[in-house]
């Protein structure tokens, strides 16, 4: 099947800029989608990008996308301790409704 | 607040009780999932319904039983679950399973501990 990889842990300073990043292999994928979960807590959806883009920016918040590399990534610019949290990448593929998530990166943010 | 809410927030059962997880969704969406997030393993689809019909069943074990009464309800029942079915279930939400972005909503989840 159709995998998302992502890599497990990122830690970053307050005030600094964290990429957290993602690869896919679903070729056909339409939309790939960012959400945040806080412990104890579900997905929060913060952002998705259409895959004939290749950025979109939301306030501290910039999607880039590779489709040739099928490389995403989100970029929180000046990062605060309540953004950590874990970050789910899931990208969908064409004519489907499923998402396929990957394992999610655990972002730590250091006062 | 995602406008999809489950209840019960944690639930501890044993093997052989049976009880139900409720979600409800307030944003007039037409489709709804049924996921399981266990540590350390990708968040695992179980059951879709679009329109009130279910469309999805992952391999999804037999004691493990939907119920979509309405498109804003949405039931897990459970009955003589395994220990390994411990992990957190999430309900989510979407306008319309396969029309654009398909953006879905999630529960904040019911944490389940099978003893």
């Known amino acids: 099947g159709e995998d998302v990889e992502q890599s497990l842990f990122l830690s970053v300073r307050e005030g600094d800029s964290s990429v957290i990043n993602c690869t896919y292999t679903?070729?056909?994928?339409?939309?790939l989608y960012w959400y945040k979960q806080e412990p104890g807590a579900g997905l929060q959806l913060l952002t998705y990008?259409?895959?004939?883009?290749d950025m979109k920016q939301d306030q501290r918040l910039t999607v880039l996308l590779n489709k040739k590399d099928k490389h995403l990534s989100l970029r929180i610019a000046d990062t605060q301790t309540g953004d950590s949290a874990i970050y789910f990448c899931?990208?969908?593929?064409?004519?489907?409704?499923?998402?396929?998530f990957g394992k999610g990166t655990k972002l730590s943010v250091i006062p | 607040e995602t406008g999809v809410t489950q209840t019960p927030r944690h639930l501890v059962m044993g093997m052989t009780n049976k009880k139900s997880l409720k979600c409800e969704q307030h944003?007039?969406?037409?489709?709804m999932y049924w996921y399981k997030q266990s540590a350390k393993k990708p968040l695992e689809l179980m059951f879709v319904?679009?329109?009130?019909?279910?469309?999805e069943n992952n391999s999804v074990p037999s004691r493990f039983s939907p119920e979509c009464p309405n498109s804003s309800h949405l039931f897990l029942h459970l009955h003589t679950l395994q220990p390994e079915d411990s992990a957190l279930y999430l309900c989510?939400?979407?306008?319309?399973?396969?029309?654009?972005?398909?953006?879905?909503?999630f529960g904040p989840g019911t944490r389940l501990t099978v003893l």
């Open positions: 989510a939400s979407s306008q319309d399973r396969e029309r654009r972005a398909g953006t879905q909503y």
């Open positions: 319904y679009n329109f009130k019909e279910q469309t």
């Open positions: 899931a990208e969908r593929g064409a004519g489907s409704y499923q998402l396929t």
């Open positions: 990008i259409f895959s004939n883009m």
């Open positions: 679903d070729s056909s994928s339409t939309y």
């Open positions: 944003l007039g969406h037409n489709a």
